[in-house]
Nanobody, 118 residues
Framework: QVQLVESGGGLVQPGGSLRLSCAAS????????MGWYRQAPGKQRELVAA???????NYANSVKGRFTISRDNAKNTVYLQMNSLKPEDTAVYYC????????????WGQGTQVTVSS
């Protein structure tokens, strides 16, 4: 079955960086779009970034220029490099499997907490 396992979350100071990883299994990774969503306390889940099989990408306006999504098909892993982190980036980050860059996720990981605070 599909498994998405996130890692790399934690506590970081404003202006710092983190890299999230998502190890995928149970499907043909290279042909699917992968994404990252986040959910802050009291808010709805929102798309952060997505990358398709051709490595075309889609980003939320709030993270453009700061976050970079990438994938390694040989390792069945998708990454989210987060730079210049702000307190408003604090959220649980979820790895997702999708059909297209803008479609609703088909599967979700369990999530990893990212806290940006001094």
């Amino acid at each position: 079955q599909v498994q998405l396992v996130e890692s790399g979350g934690g506590l970081v100071q404003p202006g710092g960086s983190l890299r999230l990883s998502c190890a995928a299994s149970g499907f043909i990774f290279s042909i699917y779009t992968m994404g990252w969503y986040r959910q802050a306390p009291g808010k709805q889940r929102e798309l952060v970034a997505a990358i398709n099989s051709l490595s075309s990408t889609n980003y939320a306006n709030s993270v453009k220029g700061r976050f970079t999504i990438s994938r390694d098909n040989a390792k069945n892993t998708v990454y989210l490099q987060m730079n210049s982190l702000k307190p408003e980036d604090t959220a649980v980050y979820y790895c997702t499997l999708q059909s297209t860059l803008a479609s609703r996720p088909l599967h979700w990981g369990q999530g990893t907490q990212v806290t940006v605070s001094s």
